[in-house]
């Protein structure tokens, strides 16, 4: 994990957008993480991480310092954070091809920098707001050895009424804020526990 020691130091958490849309229901879940916890969570500092530039997993482009450069950097990013929060939209009862890719790319021996490491995951789509989608990356999650917390769950239907989003993709129901700020709680304090 990170370099976390006590309650009293910031918690540096890598925000995962499995979604490559510019305005992505999922993308304004993380601006709004990134608010919230600037507004209302001290000693959690949220960094979004872009795995647009990751190309296509292929062994044959190198692995470790062989790697891509972009490829290496998110390695980096992913081993200094202190946990991980996901938001994976669904799509075919799934996690996205990016995150996907992403997932792969870094969890090849002889590191798997996912290993250890505390996260947490929130999804904005259709019908049921992603859960199968999170089960699936829970169940991905068991073999790079990922500690998810298991409540409090977020999933947002984006299309139910009242609206969830505006139209640039951020997030303005209160409701779905809040939600959102007890899983960053959670999030913080199963990451200290596991430190501990």
């Known amino acids: 994990m990170g370099s976390l020691a006590t309650e009293n130091q ?6 995962i957008n499995g979604s490559l849309r510019e305005s992505s229901f999922n993308g304004g879940l993380i601006r709004s993480a990134i608010e919230i916890a600037k507004e209302s969570i001290p000693g959690m500092e949220i960094e979004y991480v872009d795995i647009s ?3 296509l ?5 190198g692995v470790r310092e062989q790697a891509p450069p972009a490829v290496k950097a998110f390695g980096e990013t992913i081993l200094k954070a202190d946990c991980i929060l996901f938001a994976s939209p669904e799509y075919n009862y799934s996690v996205s091809a990016p995150l996907k ?8 021996p002889p590191v798997n920098v996912w290993a250890g490491k505390p996260a947490a995951i929130v999804s904005a789509s259709g019908g049921s707001g992603g859960a199968r989608a999170q089960y699936h990356l829970r169940q991905i999650g068991v073999y790079l050895d990922l500690h998810f917390i298991n409540k409090p769950e977020f999933f947002l239907n984006a299309f139910q009424p009242p609206q969830k989003f505006d139209g ?6 209160a409701e779905a804020k809040e939600r959102l700020k007890d899983v960053l709680v959670a999030l913080r304090e199963f990451t200290l526990r596991l430190e501990k």
Do not use: E, F, R
């Not at 910031?10 to 925000?15: D, G, Q, R, S, W």
């Not at 997993?57 to 482009?61: F, G, S, V």
């Not at 890719?101 to 090849?108: F, G, K, Y």
């Not at 640039?168 to 129901?173: A, E, M």
């Open 10 to 15: 910031t918690i540096k958490v890598a925000a």
């Open 53 to 55: 530039t990751l190309p």
């Open 57 to 61: 997993m292929n062994i044959d482009l």
């Open 101 to 108: 890719n992403a997932l792969d790319w870094v969890s090849i």
């Open 168 to 173: 640039n993709g951020d997030l303005i129901d």
